[in-house]
């Protein structure tokens, strides 16, 4: 990507002698578009990824925006759905209904849905940990409302490779998890014939701290170990691959994400000839999009409509088959009904007023364009290579590889990255936000009374027989599909589900690598030699203990701040995503340390910082919280006795300054 990127400016002419640059959208290699007619036939799916504690929230939500236009339903669930752990489940408690719709049985399924024509509206639900019992209550759901499971349209997300690397909501070991994703790829093409059985996504590497092209690269190299999967089961690509789709993120590198998505395009269409696919339907690669939440600022929110009005316009001047637009109150908390109406509209004035509809991929034949497109192509190509190199893929996957590059772009990322324009910097004239607040003790025993309910109205022996079938066939290796769905149709709950497999494949606690490079920042020297001074003259490092708490399992943050502070020289022990609470508690108990450190992006920030101060003695250890923090969380956290609060916008030197400071007043 040299000459664009280096200059700013395009300079030289571009060889336009490639064939796939005079190829028409609709045709191979796509690089246009899928579809000949695009958006002119079929405008983009507006689909807002959404989900508020209870299933009869969010089913209200949802009918709300399907009136206000919105045409097609995702669906957000809590951390623990994605993890498998029902809502009772103790290691549960403080997440439930935080960061989307609680679902532990298939009774909940139908009241998520109850009233929405399922035959006509498609829905996509972002499932990876949790994808077997979460797709068989969908199925059972539906069909227990009347539609036949070949009426049913939509997309599971499906893409458990990307969750080692970024975004953490993974149950089992990379291998078994991949072989059951390709259960569901098998089971869905035979049950579910308009389903898309993945959403191979690239999102989440992006908002983690790699550059779109890094995105891609990653992205197909995923979606290849899934194609060789999918050929060693015997299954042909030439059906399988009409169903796989995938989920870039939109951010504001304007040129080079319409880039992107034309390049991906045609690097997906040469991955499948390669692999022997001639079906013209399954060589056209289809896309949702989302703009991006890493981009958003929450210092000033309004101007967060314009980043992703930009951003939005990239993934459709891409071709993008589908489409969520984030809320300008996303960077502080979940949006509110007023945030999540514009974001809406954002998509619906571009639709309706601007005639971007109108024109078949307008930037094709820019001399800009075209070369970013090849530049996009020719990196994508040259990364694939590195990454398949040694052991290959999984491997690397399996190694936290991935992973730790992911962390060590962050890194890079954080000193790249240019300040925020904030038009509205007044403290008077802040805009004032309301993001949507959960209640989560509300959510929680709603969840335990539906549980007690079903638990008493099932036949618990043919439950039982179900998870031991089950846990049989898991250990035989055969599909396992159709033996979830009957243990969900006996109403087994998600979390049984979940426990049975596990004890044929436990739960995975990945290795984490932290970085120990130090940012090279003026600000970081300063802190360096002032750590410097206090070890002088206490004659000792300072020891932090710093944790993810709960099942959040964005950990770009944490993992950045620890690195930094471990660079620095302070005496660092990190527990990392997932680690339970009660090993949280006994490493306080039993360690000495005079700083606690604790980040949580995903709304569960007070209720963890009660449950932290708890367990510490405030006279000789500070406990401080990082993540997304909303300004009305800032005088509870105080009360609690947090003794330093920080945002994602928070400079880390100021962070490590006040470590120290801490120290030294106690
Ligand atoms: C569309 N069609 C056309 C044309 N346009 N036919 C001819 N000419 C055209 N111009 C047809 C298609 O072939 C298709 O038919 C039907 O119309 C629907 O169109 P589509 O393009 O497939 O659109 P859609 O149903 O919306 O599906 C879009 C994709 C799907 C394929 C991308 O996978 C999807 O909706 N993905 C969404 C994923 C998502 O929401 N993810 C949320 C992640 P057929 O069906 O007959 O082929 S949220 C994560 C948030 C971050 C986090 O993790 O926290």
Not at 18 to 46: L, N
Not at 95 to 123: C, N
Request: hydrophobic residues 40%; proline residues 3%.
């Amino acid at each position: 990507m040299s000459s664009v990127r280096a200059k700013g400016i395009y300079k030289s002419l571009p060889n336009l002698a490639k064939s796939w640059q005079s190829s028409e959208a609709g045709q191979a290699p796509f690089v246009r578009g899928p579809y000949r007619t695009m958006y002119q036939q079929k405008p983009w799916t507006m689909r807002q990824y959404a989900g508020f504690s209870s299933a009869d929230a969010t089913n209200e939500f949802f009918k709300k925006q399907l009136e206000n236009g919105q045409t097609g339903l995702s669906v957000a669930f809590d951390l623990p759905t994605h993890l498998g752990l029902d809502s009772t489940d103790e290691r549960a408690q403080y997440d439930v209904g935080k960061t989307g719709v609680a679902i532990d049985s298939v009774e909940d399924m139908k009241r998520l849905f109850d009233g929405i024509d399922l035959s006509s509206v498609s829905v996509s639900m972002t499932m990876n940990g949790a994808i077997m019992p979460i797709l068989a209550c969908y199925i059972v759901a539906a069909e227990e409302a009347g539609y036949a499971s070949s009426s049913l349209r939509g997309t599971i997300q499906n893409d458990i490779l990307k969750e080692f690397a970024v975004r953490n909501t993974f149950i089992h070991a990379p291998k078994p998890s991949l072989e059951m994703s390709i259960d569901v790829v098998e089971f869905s093409q035979k049950k579910l014939p308009n389903f898309n059985t993945m959403s191979i996504s690239g999102y989440h590497f992006q908002e983690g701290g790699a550059t779109p092209e890094l995105e891609l690269a990653l992205t197909l190299a995923h979606a290849k170990v899934y194609l060789l999967a999918c050929q060693k089961r015997g299954l042909d690509l030439n059906t399988i691959a009409r169903r796989l789709s995938f989920f870039f993120a939109s951010g504001m590198a304007f040129f080079k994400e319409i880039a992107k998505l034309r390049a991906a395009r045609k690097l997906w269409h040469d991955l499948l000839v390669e692999l022997g696919v001639t079906d013209e339907q399954a060589l056209r690669m289809k896309m949702h999009c989302q703009t991006s939440g890493v981009s958003l600022n929450a210092e000033s929110p309004y101007d967060n409509l314009t980043r992703t009005t930009v951003e939005a316009m990239a993934a459709v001047m891409g071709g993008t088959q589908s489409l969520h637009t984030n809320s300008f109150d996303e960077a502080i908390a979940l949006p509110s009904d007023f945030a999540a109406s514009l974001a809406l509209g954002t998509q619906q004035i571009l639709q309706q007023e601007t005639g971007l509809i109108d024109v078949v991929d307008p930037w094709g034949g820019s001399y800009m364009m075209e070369t970013l497109t090849s530049e996009m192509i020719d990196y994508v190509n040259s990364t694939l290579i590195s990454l398949e190199s040694g052991e290959g893929v999984l491997a690397k996957v399996e190694q936290g590889d991935i992973a730790f590059f992911i962390h060590q772009q962050a890194m890079q990322q954080a000193q790249l990255s240019k300040p925020f324009v904030t038009s509205i910097s007044d403290q008077q004239d802040k805009p004032q936000v309301s993001p949507r607040v959960i209640h989560s003790e509300k959510a929680l025993e709603s969840q335990r009374l539906s549980i007690n309910k079903l638990k008493l109205v099932r036949n618990n022996r043919l439950v039982n027989q179900s998870l031991e079938k089950l846990k049989e066939k898991a250990l035989s290796g055969q599909n396992l599909m159709p033996y979830v769905v009957a243990a969900i149709k006996h109403r087994a709950t998600v979390g049984e589900v979940t426990e049975a497999l596990c004890q044929i494949h436990p739960r995975f606690f990945p290795q984490q690598k932290i970085s120990n490079e130090l940012l090279d920042s003026e600000d970081l020297k300063t802190v360096r030699s002032r750590y410097q001074q206090f070890m002088n003259k206490n004659g000792r490092a300072l020891k932090v203990l710093f944790t993810k708490v709960g099942l959040d399992g964005h950990d770009r943050g944490a993992k950045q701040v620890v690195a930094t502070l471990k660079a620095v020289g302070l005496d660092v022990t990190y527990l990392p995503v997932l680690t339970p609470f009660s090993e949280v508690q006994s490493m306080i108990q039993n360690h000495h340390f005079d700083v606690v450190g604790i980040s949580s992006l995903a709304g569960a920030h007070l209720d963890f910082s009660k449950a932290v101060f708890s367990c510490i003695d405030p006279v000789k250890t500070a406990l401080i919280v990082g993540g997304v923090i909303p300004d009305h969380d800032f005088e509870s956290l105080e009360k609690i006795g947090i003794e330093g609060i920080f945002t994602r916008h928070s400079e880390i030197g100021l962070v490590v300054n006040r470590i120290i400071e801490l120290v030294e007043a106690k």
